[in-house]
T-cell receptor, first 113, second 115 residues
Framework: AQSVTQLDSQVPVFEEAPVELRCNYS??????LFWYVQYPNQGLQLLLK??????LVKGINGFEAEFNKSQTSFHLRKPSVHISDTAEYFC???????????FGSGTRLSIRP | ETGVTQTPRHLVMGMTNKKSLKCEQH?????MYWYKQSAKKPLELMFV???????ENNSVPSRFSPECPNSSHLFLHLHTLQPEDSALYLC??????????????FGPGTRLTVT
């Protein structure tokens, strides 16, 4: 079975500062990894996903994530955040042999001007 | 309409009422999902449908009754709910259940309040 841990429930940062949202997973088989974003009063939207190949994945809105198999991590980063990045971010894992997605508990990113 | 739509966006109902949530996807996908999102809890998968057939029911109470008449539409019928059922109900779809890393596309959700 797979599981996902988002280590920080809330991350406050200043506008234009860099940010890293941490995600660790556990699985006995190979996995696909996702980051979703949820803006207030909206559903989840895919930011990026890792299926195979290059371990550095670029997504929308300037976000990127790096798959680290040895550390079973898939941390999300952005070099300079904007007020509009205020949202909740969900890391998710899917086994390569099944289609069920397991979501983490989310990290609320708040941007201070 | 594009993507995944949900109606209504907000719903207030008493514990003795019967209501239904509707989800429609315009993406040509074969799999559809209902999730419950409560404050301070992880996203809870409730039901999964693939080609109109239910493939997963995660021990959801019978007061929630899903219906999938075709691959584009998914309903959640609600009756005799409890206040703890108040949450955001999200519908999602994906190409299919065959794996391969297909992401799920989410609707905006229905905010349900049970009084």
């Amino acid at each position: 079975a797979q599981s996902v841990t988002q280590l920080d429930s809330q991350v406050p940062v200043f506008e234009e500062a860099p940010v890293e949202l941490r995600c660790n997973y556990s699985s006995s088989v190979s996995v696909y990894l996702f980051w979703y974003v949820q803006y207030p009063n909206q559903g989840l939207q895919l930011l990026l996903k890792y299926l195979s190949g290059s371990t550095l994945v670029k997504g929308i809105n300037g976000f990127e994530a790096e798959f680290n198999k040895s550390q079973t991590s898939f941390h999300l980063r952005k070099p300079s955040v904007h007020i509009s990045d205020t949202a909740e971010y969900f890391c998710a894992v899917m086994s390569s042999s099944a289609s069920k997605i397991i979501f983490g508990s989310g990290t609320r990113l708040s941007i201070r001007p | 309409e594009t993507g995944v739509t949900q109606t209504p966006r907000h719903l207030v109902m008493g514990m003795t009422n019967k209501k239904s949530l509707k989800c429609e996807q315009h993406l040509g996908h074969n799999a559809m999902y209902w999730y419950k999102q409560s404050a301070k809890k992880p996203l809870e998968l409730m039901f999964v449908y693939n080609f109109k057939e239910q493939t997963e029911n995660n021990s959801v109470p019978s007061r929630f009754s899903p219906e999938c008449p075709n691959s584009s539409h998914l309903f959640l019928h609600l009756h005799t709910l409890q206040p703890e059922d108040s949450a955001l109900y999200l519908c999602a779809s994906s190409q299919d259940l065959a794996g391969g890393g297909d992401e799920q596309y989410f609707g905006p959700g229905t905010r349900l309040t049970v009084t």
